[in-house]
């Protein structure tokens, strides 16, 4: 049984900063992407960014120089850093790994989500 397990969201004033932290947990082989989701009120999951097992990133255009991804391959963590928060920012966001390989499968997994509120 593959778990993630994500800390790290509140309630933080405009201009204000938080991390996220994902660890994995369970019988979990071949990790690669790892992944930050969100999901505004009201409003579709979108992804906020991404990271490869070779450490290559990408972000929504709209935390690009905000946010920064990184991760511990060794540990199976990701985290979030979320600096110039605003108040667009508020959501529950999610974690995402991608695991696997063609020969076993690939396999998608989520975390239960943490909220992130941004409001003075």
């Known amino acids: 049984q593959v778990q993630l397990s994500e800390s790290g969201g509140g309630l933080v004033q405009p201009g204000g900063s938080l991390r996220l932290f994902c660890a994995a947990s369970g019988r979990i082989f071949n990790v690669d992407t790892m992944a930050w989701y969100r999901q505004p009120p009201g409003k579709q999951r979108e992804l906020v960014a991404s990271?490869?097992?070779?450490?290559?990133?990408n972000y929504v255009d709209s935390v690009k120089g905000r946010f920064t991804i990184s991760r511990d391959s060794a540990k199976n963590t990701v985290t979030l850093q979320m600096n110039t928060l605003k108040p667009e920012d508020t959501a529950v966001y999610y974690c995402?790994?991608?695991?696997?390989?063609?020969?076993?499968?690939?396999?998608?997994?989520w975390g239960q989500g943490t909220q992130v509120t941004v409001s003075s």
């Open positions: 990271i490869t097992s070779g450490e290559n990133t």
């Open positions: 995402n790994v991608r695991a696997g390989n063609a020969r076993a499968g690939i396999t998608y997994y």
